[in-house]
């Protein structure tokens, strides 16, 4: 008989991981107390972009001095609900802490072992079923004020260049011809090949578990009070009752501290809140998804309209949306695309996952085998669900992945 496992959490790493557990020939039950793809979901709202390049973490050397004064401006993508910075503040000092160029760079080899490849991986895990139609391979741009702009995040582009994410700059006319309604306030371009969208993200992780389902793998709506390791095996607490399987991954994303402290795991993830704007049926959309490099966010053209997505807000679970980030989004792309109309716009608010040194929990409980750890993967989750889930199937399968992962190590920071 199949060794049943439970996947906690249904987002793009669980319903990933899900079905490379499905494929690796486990009895699999995926668990969430959300329908998988809902709008309450970060794998939902997020900016579509398979960010092959995003191996840069936000925290970088030089953010100590740039941080506050960020905070303080409207103008600048980083917002603090000062109210909750009492409660974020030991973790703030331990995240900002991350920003020495040592850790940037192990942070960036970690990320690039879950990235490069990812749209080889989406395919992998989407080729043949509904979810396909997703997935669209293609071009990603990062367009600056200026050429000097781009020169200044040259930190970040040579970490870039030695894991050979590389370019092709765009100027003058040949960036006017490419993209004729950007405003000439925008004269330099970085064009990447070997990325891609997703072109509706929620429908894709609902593809993604619908097929799932209908290959064997079972869905539960459930909300999962705690989980307990068993001497074999593991115990989880819905409604009160407890329910076995032999094996569990969390995959949990921003929530995973309520559950891995009864494991004696401090994940240390804090919901790092990101914002989009969808602009429905606009008057033009660009080619391909662009990354608006002074105010980080993504300009994404999506089934629904043109997604607009970025901004990081710190202020824990329990606030609803700020005006502030949502405005600063609006009047950036008004400044960003002079001439765009459109006729509606949809707002969200999402939680990406961030840990201390914004690199994903991703590996067995030391102690526990049984118990497998998916979650912390704060701006890439998308970019990386479905190489995680594979890699998640491997290790569970004993089939050692060639990859080195001990700076994924699910007790670093316990
Ligand atoms: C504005 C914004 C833009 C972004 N843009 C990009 C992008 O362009 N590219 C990219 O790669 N990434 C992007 N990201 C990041 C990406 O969206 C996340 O990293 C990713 O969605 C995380 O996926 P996840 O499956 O770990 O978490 P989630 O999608 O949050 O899923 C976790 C699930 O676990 C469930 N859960 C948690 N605890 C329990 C429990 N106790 N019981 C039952 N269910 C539980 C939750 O209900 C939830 O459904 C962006 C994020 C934001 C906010």
Redesign the pocket.
Known sequence: MSERVAV????????SSAEWLRRAGFDVTL????E?G?A????????????RC?IIPVPTPGIWRKGPRMALDPNQPLFMRWSYLPRLLPWLLRYLASSREAQVRKTAAGLATLNLDTVDQHLALARGTPAEAYVKPGLYAYVYPSRAAFEADAFGWDIRAEHGITGQALEGEALRAWDPNLSPRYKFAYLMEDHGIISS?GRY?AALADWFQSQGGHIQR????AVQALEQGVSLTINGQSQTYDRLVL??????D??SRGLGIKAEIEP?????LLLKQPNFMPKQALMVADHKY?V?PMEDGLRI???VEFGGFKAGKSAAPLDLLRRSIRQFYPDLTWQDEET??????ATLDSLPLLGPHPEHSQILF????????????PKTGRLVADMMAGRHPNTDLSAFAPDRFS
């Open positions: 906690v959490g249904a987002g793009i790493v669980g319903v668990i969430d107390r959300l998988p809902s309450e979901q970060t794998s939902y709202g997020n900016g579509g972009i398979l960010a995003a993200p992780v459930a909300d999962v009070q995959a949990t994303g921003a929530f995973t309520a559950l790092e809140r990101g914002y989009h993504v994404t997505a970025g901004v969200w608010l999402g939680y990406r996952p998916a979650a912390g993967h704060q701006h890439i989750g998308l970019t990386a669900g």
